[in-house]
């Protein structure tokens, strides 16, 4: 099972940017596509966006389309989310998470500890 490390979170103002870093322990990192998840306070978790095991596709949920971008890395086992013009309804934990599918968000081999974004508006 692949372990993953969220770094990146912070406090920013509203319309900044951040960027969310997610290293994955283990050599089978580009066997799982990964994606992006959010909870917001009293709210359940949510896609937020995915990227194919190659990095040659990515998918959006319709509030993060235009506004954040995926990427990963395979030779540093880290994938990204640059997240832009940021609002303050995007305040909440953002998690990685190893995908067995790319085309089923829901199949989730691991999950990351989590990271705090904060939105001031």
């Known amino acids: 099972q692949v372990r993953l490390v969220e770094s990146g979170g912070g406090l920013v103002q509203a319309g900044g940017s951040l960027r969310l870093s997610c290293a994955a322990s283990?050599?089978?990192?580009?066997?799982?596509?990964m994606g992006w998840f959010r909870q917001a306070p009293g709210k359940e978790r949510e896609f937020a966006g995915a990227?194919?095991?190659?990095?040659?596709?990515?998918v959006y949920a319709d509030s993060v389309k235009d506004r954040f971008t995926i990427s990963r890395d395979n030779a540093k086992n880290t994938v990204y989310l640059q997240m832009n013009s940021l609002k303050p309804e995007d305040t909440a934990v953002f998690y990685c998470?190893?995908?067995?599918?790319?085309?089923?968000?829901?199949?989730?081999?691991?999950w990351g500890q989590g990271t705090q974004v904060t939105v001031s508006s």
């Open positions: 990227i194919s095991r190659s990095g040659g596709s990515t």
């Open positions: 283990g050599r089978t990192f580009n066997s799982y596509a």
């Open positions: 998470a190893a995908l067995r599918s790319y085309t089923n968000h829901k199949t989730i081999e691991s």
